[in-house]
């Protein structure tokens, strides 16, 4: 069992930067392929960033050259660095988790059900 907790959302104007982070507890003795989602208001939840058990990662887009993956091991956190910052990335931000081996897929384009471990979420405003 995994469990995952965001946080660092907040409101900004256009062009600032936020850091978010997904603190991550539980089962180690496997590797995961962690997520970053957004749901938007009267949007469907869709798949930001991912990085897998060996590091490698894959962007959505929409926000390649904006946001950044990262993770602390050794504070057992995930990091979203996301500058830039639009209107369009106004949303709720979720941290997920899944199982992984190698060669096994870890996209950013895998949809939600993939996932079987979530967090609850922080939210971004970004005003113009």
């Known amino acids: 069992q995994v469990q995952l907790a965001e946080s660092g959302g907040g409101s900004v104007q256009a062009g600032a930067s936020l850091r978010l982070s997904c603190a991550v507890s539980g089962y180690f003795d496997v590797s995961y392929c962690m997520a970053w989602f957004r749901q938007g208001q009267g949007k469907v939840r869709e798949g930001v960033v991912t990085?897998?058990?060996?590091?490698?990662?894959d962007y959505a887009d929409s926000v390649k050259g904006r946001f950044t993956i990262s993770q602390d091991n050794a504070k057992n956190t995930l990091y979203l660095q996301m500058n830039s910052l639009n209107a369009g990335d106004t949303a709720m931000y979720y941290c997920a988790a899944v199982k992984w081996s190698p060669g096994a897929y870890c996209l950013a384009r895998l949809p939600e059900d993939s996932y079987p471990y979530w967090g609850q979420g922080t939210q971004v405003t970004v005003s113009t």
């Open positions: 990085i897998d058990g060996d590091g490698r990662t």
